[in-house]
């Protein structure tokens, strides 16, 4: 049996408009997967759709900062794809805001998209008839909640708890069925990853040369993705695994 032929099975993805989320909606679709795409922005949306193999596909424009909502929602799109395999929260907010400037309205907004989604989104999944068997949830942290980069003291905040709730979900879910993995990302051409308009070329460059590997593309974070959601993994839960072209190391 081939552990990547994800025919059969289903996924919803956050994000899915652009970037890694787009990537992952991608992929999934090559390897004969139904994906359930989830973003604010419809016509973008419709974008990923259109670059998709197969059918069957569907898009549903949501902001995930309406967080009370999430579960229902969740749980009416189960009932239009049926039971759903995995679940991939990719939507996030990055925006510099170094000390001097912070502003708590930024803050609350940061950390309601970033972290109080992924756990409504996570509530939303668990429930008994939303959820296949052997299920995964897989959530994007980022190699800034592990160390220290200046200006984004909100964002790393919320990679950092995004951890957290990953490694605690793990725990809580198991008896679910439902694994638990995040994948802490370091910078890629790819969707939050070009919007540096903050940078210099020069810093820019810096920036690279603490890459080993280079700055990565966004297929080599979903390729990442696929392994978590796929049973390869099975005998893995409540673990970050980093995709970071070595940053994390240097």
């Given at each position: ?61 949501m902001d995930l900062a309406m967080v009370g909502d999430i ?29 001097r400037s912070w502003k708590p309205e930024l803050h609350e907004k940061l950390m ?139």
């Amino acid at each position: 049996m081939n552990p990547l032929d994800f025919s059969g099975n289903t996924f919803l993805v956050t994000g899915a408009s652009s970037g890694i989320g787009r990537e992952a909606c991608l992929y999934l679709a090559r390897l004969g997967a139904r994906v359930g795409l989830i973003a604010r922005d419809k016509r973008r949306l419709d974008e990923t759709l259109a670059g998709m193999e197969g059918d069957g596909h569907l898009t549903y424009s949501m902001d995930l900062a309406m967080v009370g909502d999430i579960p229902e929602r969740i749980r009416k799109i189960a009932a239009d794809l049926g039971p759903i395999s995995g679940l991939v929260h990719c939507a996030a907010l990055n925006d510099a805001q170094p000390l001097r400037s912070w502003k708590p309205e930024l803050h609350e907004k940061l950390m309601q998209i970033n972290v109080t989604a992924a756990l409504a989104l996570a509530k939303g999944f668990r429930h008994s008839k939303v959820r296949a068997p052997n299920a995964s949830i897989v959530l994007m942290s980022s190699v800034s909640g592990i160390i220290g980069t200046p200006s984004i003291v909100d964002y790393s905040a919320s990679k950092g708890a995004i951890i957290g709730i990953t490694r605690t979900l793990a725990v809580e879910l198991a008896r679910d069925d439902i694994r638990v993995n995040a994948i802490a990302a370091g910078l890629v051409n790819s969707g939050m990853g070009t919007r540096m308009s903050h940078f210099t070329k020069e810093q820019l460059a810096e920036i690279e040369k603490a890459y080993p590997l280079g700055i990565g593309e966004g297929i080599d974070v979903a390729n990442s993705i696929i392994f978590l959601l796929s049973p390869m993994s099975r005998w893995i839960t409540g673990s970050v695994l980093m995709v970071d072209g070595g940053h994390s190391i240097c």
